[in-house]
């Protein structure tokens, strides 16, 4: 592959978790779901054993979620080219959001920042994630779900 | 368009909200005002009813501000080419400020997070903003402007 | 140099800082210690006048410093191509850390907002930090090291 194809799957690739942080963000599910291939695998943070199969389980989990205001703020995204039809990819989440008002602007009482690990597959759709796993390094203020508190 | 020539627009139109938060944090603000456009227009946060019009008229809105120490953390970068002379796009700004004194490094009260919308034109100086408007999402620590507390 | 190879360029060197932060968080010392160029120089926060000088020293610093759990959300990378063999950037550092346990997720009393001046050159083994400085300017919550209070 010359530099200049994988420069453009890595553009390619590199706009999937802004993407996903748009629609997260404004709330737009069927967007949000269509980034994901068919039979992609989503694993949320401190939901490792439970990992979500399939692009319309994945779609259902979003909509059904409780509407909140939130802001994913997507940074450090690295794009490894494999070859023509998969690449992997890493970048790091910092989330405020808030379970009061729905109505910007609110007040968010905790920033978590967080990693994804991100497989990226080229489908007849153009690329999608493969893969995506979700984790959560520290947070500044708030507390964590009850599960993982004091590990 | 081919895809390079795509490429190119999306980075340089990419970088313009990068280089306004560095003209905006080192206070340049005769590099800040050339971001825009002659007749570019500029709707600030919290005063959507008072966009300022004109290039002249944005430049003598920062000259004419107290100066602060203030960071401007751009991300989720993402751009939408029309065509050769057209593009839009979205970013995410992430703000840390202290009214107290201007050289670093001082501690800032509050973090707030909101979103630009921009449109980019291809000028015969370049691509420049042709229009761009800020609104705040979510704040941590600090308060609002008094007008829009309780909003 | 035309368009393409300079995209190509800031690819690579815009990587740089984001490389730095994966290795800086995983704990790679010796991939961190690659990124820098055998002679490149290393100015750290709050130490000015104590660069340090080479890949070996750079190398030492990073490994004998004890571990902690630390994330470096890289923003606002603006690359500058002076020639094929150098180039210029500066970008944006916001750093969550703890100095309690190192095995995520972690509560971090603090968010310091800094940047990064860097020089980059290209070597035989590929783009490299030649100069890298750092720098505070903004803190949440927390202190910053005694030397520097009330600067």
Chains 1, 2, 3 share one sequence.
């Not at 069927?30 to 490792?48: K, Q, S, T």
């Not at 910092?94 to 729905?102: E, F």
């Amino acid at each position: 592959m010359d530099n200049h194809a994988r420069l453009l799957i890595e553009a390619e690739c590199g706009n999937l978790p802004l993407l996903y942080a748009r629609y997260s963000d404004n709330g737009d599910h069927a967007a949000l779901a269509r980034l994901f291939a068919d039979d992609a695998i989503y694993v949320r943070p401190f939901e490792e054993d439970d990992p979500l199969c399939g692009r319309a389980t994945i779609h259902a989990m979003f909509r059904d979620r409780p509407p909140t205001l939130v802001r994913h703020i997507v940074s450090n995204v690295l794009v490894e080219v494999i070859d023509e039809h998969h690449a992997t990819g890493t970048s790091y989440l910092t989330v405020v959001s808030t379970s009061g008002g729905t109505t910007p602007p609110q007040e968010s009482k905790a920033l978590f920042v967080g990693e994804c690990v991100d497989e990226f597959v080229k489908t007849s759709e153009g690329w999608k994630f493969g893969r995506r796993a979700g984790m959560i390094a520290l947070h500044l203020g708030g507390s964590l779900p009850p599960a993982t508190e004091g590990n």
